[in-house]
Every structure is written in structure tokens, then in C-alpha cells.
């Protein structure tokens, strides 16, 4: 099957196109480039360089399914360029699915977000354990990336019908080794944290908590839905995660797995963010719909990450992080824009 992955070269992307390229598909990247070829140049992949906000429909030109992960990633990301957020996320997502039903493009996946069931709570209720959501549970999203992703969900929804036959998979907080690696993702950062200030700081104890999952089991969950039977999964809503974890929990995990290789790392109490993130999903739907529950462990993952990363002092790197790379381009670009100006 040819698949077009939006944001193939992403963090996610990166290794879904791998995954689609092992299972026999064809994968087609469509992406920005933002943080360059090089996630997926190992990969003999047909790519497009564009950006969604411009979507063509020659794009879709052969394409049998599409796999949507381009736009901005996270609420820090989000918020650094609310504008732009909504634009990818949610504009040019109502765009795409217009485009495919005009193609007849019935397979196409979304990633969404788990933050959806993210809501605002008082003191008193982040004392206690939060409810466990589902998929018919609720939404009462907050901040740009939610609200931009409840948005886009809308509009995937109101578009399936017979000839077009949507899933979206609501992901857990993702985690693990990608060829587009990130450190603004709690365990990943855990990770960089520990190896570069041998230190972790539990915001307000670090009490609360999130579903998890990691980059592989998240690649593999969109790659079976390309054979699951349409009228089984089309129009559906799947959370993905392997576990729920408190955020001390993952700072323990990280700790330990130090531990064992005689690094000592201390443990850190520190004040609460301004935005505090504290909720719990099923993932019993995806289990029983499609018989697949992810299993790579944080444990797994931590000793992988452990294995590949770079030096310490190569971490502070902005490539690593979303708003740190923006930013570092924006400035170039600006010095360029000066440059021809003057010259």
C-alpha cells in the first residue's frame, strides 16, 4: 500500500516510516524538513518537501492511505506560535481530509492527544487520583495544541461516511529512541537530565500523572490499522498508552536504571509549573477492537535511550527541543532578511 505520512520526518514519523517500510507498505513523507533529512535518510523513501498549510492535491496522486502527523507537537510548541498552531493543526487538517474524500482516500489515520482529557483541576483534586477516561468520556480540552487537536478531531469525525473511513488514535505521552530524537518529552527529558545534571526535579512532588506510550508501540498501532477491517475501526476513537505513571514513578525508573550502572542520581523536590497536567486513560477499547496493547515498558525504553544517546555535552544541542530549534531559526532567518537588506 503507498502511504502518505504527514510529518514523516518527525519524531514519530521517523520511525512509523520505518515501521510501514518493514510491514511491506510504501511509505510517501511528506515534510517541512524543519530538523532536515537526515531521521530518514537511511531509508529508501519517496519524500515531498512542503508544508501542510500549502496542501496540494497532486500530493495525493497514487496515494492508498494517509497517515497524519504533521503540525505542531506540544503545548510548549503550540503556544510559542499559537497562530501557527491552529493553522497546521487545525485548518490545514480540515483541508487534508477534504482532499482525500475527494480522492477517494478511504484509510486514513489521525494522531491525536491524550492531553484532550487534560482539565483544569483545584488544589484539592490534584491530592487525589484522577478518574480513568475513555473514549466517551468528556472533553473539556485547555490551552492551543488541545484545543487546535479537539478541533481537527471535529472535523475527521463529521467527514466519515461511507467513503471515507477515519481512525483516530488519542496517544499517551510519548517515550523512546527515534532517529528525530527529542528531550522535551518527561522521559526522554528524565533521561537527559539525569546523565547531564545527575538530577531530577519533582515539580510538586511529582504526584501527578499520565499515560505513556512508547514512539514503537505508537508506530506499530497506526500500521495495523491500514489492515483492520474499515467497518470494524472507520470512525473510531482509540487511546494508545502502555501505562498510566505518576510523574515520581518515571523519575524513580530513570534513577534506578542509573543506579545500576553506579550513577547516582538525586531526586529533587521543586515548586509546581503554572500548568499542571494530571489525568488517567483506558486503553481496553484498542484491545479489544484491533487485539493489540502496548508493551514496550518504560524500563525497555530507558535502557534503550541509555544505550544510543549522544555525550552529555552534545544534549543541550537545540535540535533536541521544539521551541529551542524554532527560535534558533527564526533568529537566522531574521539575520538573513538584514543581511539582504542591507546588501
Same mark, same amino acid.
Given at each position: 500500500?503507498?502511504?502518505?505520512?504527514?510529518?514523516?520526518?518527525?519524531?514519530?514519523?521517523?520511525?512509523?516510516?520505518?515501521?510501514?517500510?518493514?510491514?511491506?507498505?510504501?511509505?510517501?513523507?511528506?515534510?517541512?524538513?524543519?530538523?532536515?533529512?537526515?531521521?530518514?535518510?537511511?531509508?529508501?523513501?519517496?519524500?515531498?518537501?512542503?508544508?501542510?498549510?500549502?496542501?496540494?492535491?497532486?500530493?495525493?496522486?497514487?496515494?492508498?492511505?494517509?497517515?497524519?502527523?504533521?503540525?505542531?507537537?506540544?503545548?510548549?510548541?503550540?503556544?510559542?506560535?499559537?497562530?501557527?498552531?491552529?493553522?497546521?493543526?487545525?485548518?490545514?487538517?480540515?483541508?487534508?481530509?477534504?482532499?482525500?474524500?475527494?480522492?477517494?482516500?478511504?484509510?486514513?489515520?489521525?494522531?491525536?492527544?491524550?492531553?484532550?482529557? !487534560?482539565?483544569?483541576?483545584?488544589?484539592?483534586?490534584?491530592?487525589?487520583?484522577?478518574?480513568?477516561?475513555?473514549?466517551?468520556?468528556?472533553?473539556?480540552?485547555?490551552?492551543?495544541?488541545?484545543?487546535?487537536?479537539?478541533?481537527?478531531?471535529?472535523?475527521?469525525?463529521?467527514?466519515?461516511?461511507?467513503?471515507?473511513?477515519?481512525?483516530?488514535?488519542?496517544?499517551?505521552?510519548?517515550?523512546?529512541?527515534?532517529?528525530?530524537?527529542?528531550?522535551?518529552?518527561?522521559?526522554?527529558?528524565?533521561?537527559?537530565?539525569?546523565?547531564?545534571?545527575?538530577?531530577?526535579?519533582?515539580?510538586?512532588?511529582?504526584?501527578?500523572?499520565?499515560?505513556?506510550? !512508547?514512539?514503537?508501540?505508537?508506530?506499530?498501532?497506526?500500521?495495523?490499522?491500514?489492515?483492520?477491517?474499515?467497518?470494524?475501526?472507520?470512525?473510531?476513537?482509540?487511546?494508545?498508552?502502555?501505562?498510566?505513571?505518576?510523574?515520581?514513578?518515571?523519575?524513580?525508573?530513570?534513577?534506578?536504571?542509573?543506579?545500576?550502572? !553506579?550513577?547516582?542520581?538525586?531526586?529533587?523536590?521543586?515548586?509546581?509549573?503554572?500548568?499542571?497536567?494530571?489525568?488517567?486513560?483506558?486503553?481496553?477499547?484498542?484491545?479489544?477492537?484491533?487485539?493489540?496493547?502496548?508493551?514496550?515498558?518504560?524500563?525497555?525504553?530507558?535502557?534503550?535511550?541509555?544505550?544510543?544517546?549522544?555525550?552529555?555535552?552534545?544534549?543541550?544541542?537545540?535540535?533536541?527541543?521544539?521551541?529551542?530549534?524554532?527560535?534558533?531559526?527564526?533568529?537566522?532567518?531574521?539575520?538573513?532578511?538584514?543581511?539582504?537588506?542591507?546588501?
Amino acid at each position: 500500500m503507498r502511504v502518505l505520512v504527514t510529518g514523516g520526518a518527525g519524531y514519530i514519523g521517523a520511525v512509523l516510516t520505518e515501521h510501514l517500510i518493514r510491514a511491506g507498505h510504501q511509505p510517501v513523507v511528506l515534510d517541512r524538513f524543519f530538523w532536515g533529512r537526515k531521521p530518514i535518510e537511511h531509508l529508501a523513501v519517496e519524500t515531498i518537501s512542503g508544508d501542510l498549510r500549502e496542501m496540494r492535491e497532486e500530493w495525493l496522486d497514487g496515494i492508498d492511505a494517509v497517515m497524519h502527523f504533521g503540525g505542531l507537537s506540544n503545548d510548549p510548541t503550540a503556544e510559542y506560535n499559537t497562530d501557527a498552531n491552529w493553522q497546521m493543526n487545525a485548518v490545514a487538517t480540515e483541508r487534508l481530509v477534504e482532499l482525500c474524500k475527494r480522492r477517494g482516500i478511504r484509510r486514513f489515520t489521525f494522531a491525536s492527544s491524550a492531553s484532550l482529557y !487534560d482539565t483544569e483541576l483545584s488544589a484539592q483534586e490534584l491530592e487525589r487520583t484522577p478518574v480513568m477516561c475513555d473514549e466517551t468520556t468528556a472533553l473539556a480540552p485547555r490551552g492551543a495544541y488541545s484545543l487546535s487537536k479537539a478541533h481537527a478531531e471535529r472535523a475527521i469525525l463529521a467527514a466519515a461516511d461511507g467513503t471515507f473511513a477515519p481512525v483516530i488514535f488519542r496517544q499517551g505521552t510519548v517515550y523512546g529512541w527515534s532517529p528525530r530524537m527529542r528531550f522535551d518529552l518527561v522521559v526522554n527529558t528524565f533521561i537527559k537530565d539525569a546523565l547531564v545534571n545527575r538530577r531530577l526535579y519533582l515539580h510538586g512532588g511529582g504526584w501527578m500523572w499520565r499515560p505513556l506510550v !512508547d514512539v514503537n508501540d505508537c508506530a506499530r498501532v497506526h500500521v495495523m490499522a491500514l489492515e483492520a477491517p474499515l467497518e470494524q475501526i472507520g470512525g473510531q476513537i482509540f487511546n494508545v498508552l502502555e501505562e498510566n505513571y505518576q510523574i515520581r514513578e518515571l523519575a524513580m525508573l530513570v534513577a534506578g536504571s542509573f543506579a545500576i550502572k !553506579d550513577v547516582r542520581i538525586e531526586l529533587v523536590e521543586a515548586p509546581l509549573p503554572k500548568l499542571v497536567r494530571n489525568y488517567r486513560m483506558s486503553n481496553a477499547k484498542l484491545s479489544k477492537t484491533l487485539g493489540f496493547t502496548p508493551s514496550v515498558t518504560v524500563l525497555e525504553s530507558i535502557e534503550n535511550m541509555i544505550g544510543k544517546l549522544p555525550a552529555a555535552d552534545e544534549l543541550a544541542h537545540p535540535q533536541y527541543y521544539n521551541v529551542r530549534w524554532m527560535t534558533l531559526l527564526e533568529e537566522i532567518h531574521a539575520s538573513q532578511r538584514a543581511f539582504d537588506t542591507i546588501y
